[in-house]
T-cell receptor, first 116, second 115 residues
């Protein structure tokens, strides 16, 4: 079974709709991340969470919100989707170097979101 | 601030050729990790290698090799005898060791290996 899972894997929606992307992990990591990938721009960080009570904005958080429901779950919401949020979204987890990890990030399979 | 540059946007080679993907980084931190990830056409991100900043030994894994040079802030990736299955987008990434820092990805290099 995959260590980091994302649902849905593909989603097509309309402008103005509320969308939630979900991420679950079985790695036991404290840190979780949401990225979006656009052609030619690599991965850009949207939000990250170092534990259940610690949520931080990343480089491009406008138009997004997150919820860390448990150590293993981190959801990304688009309150009112717009076409330029069409992208490939990745969830990732990592273990803090201070607790024995090496900051390597483990990625989910990605969610391809299209906003019409 | 951290930054990762992959100047080669796209590279095309013919199968069995060697190819080097460049990665140049900027950071003020003295301790950091560098990574390479592969993204095949199916879209998932595949971890290839992690290198910490105090280990400048080059590494070879099969047809893959990595040349880390701290003096030039570069972490280049070479594929020897390329194969069609190597066709993918390759990302270089940097993360400082300090608590609270996050990954910075390069924009990626799309490698096409032609038969």
């Amino acid at each position: 079974d995959a260590d980091v899972t994302q649902t849905p894997r593909n989603r097509i929606t309309k402008t103005g709709k509320r969308i939630m992307l979900e991420c679950s992990q079985t790695k036991g990591h404290d840190r979780m991340y949401w990225y979006r990938q656009d052609p030619g721009l690599g991965l850009r960080l949207i939000y990250y969470s170092f534990d259940v009570k610690d949520i931080n904005k990343g480089e491009i958080s406008d138009g997004y919100s997150v919820s860390r429901q448990a150590q293993a779950k981190f959801s990304l919401s688009l309150e009112s989707a717009i076409p330029n949020q069409t992208a490939l979204y990745f969830c990732a987890t990592s273990e803090n170097a201070r607790t024995g990890g090496n900051n390597e990030q483990f990625f989910g399979p990605g969610t391809r979101l299209t906003v019409l | 601030a951290q930054k990762v540059t992959q100047a080669q946007t796209e590279i095309s080679v013919v199968e069995k050729e060697d190819v080097t993907l460049d990665c140049v980084y900027e950071t003020r931190d003295t301790t950091y990790y560098l990574f390479w990830y592969k993204q095949p056409p199916s879209g998932e991100l595949v971890f290839l290698i992690r290198r910490n900043s105090f280990d400048e030994q080059n590494e070879i894994s099969g047809r893959y090799s990595w040349n880390f040079q701290k003096s030039t802030s570069s972490f280049n990736f070479t594929i020897t005898a390329s194969q069609v299955v190597d066709s993918a987008v390759y990302f270089c990434a940097l993360i400082p060791f300090n608590y609270g820092q996050n990954f910075v990805f390069g924009p990626g290099t799309r490698l096409s290996v032609l038969p």
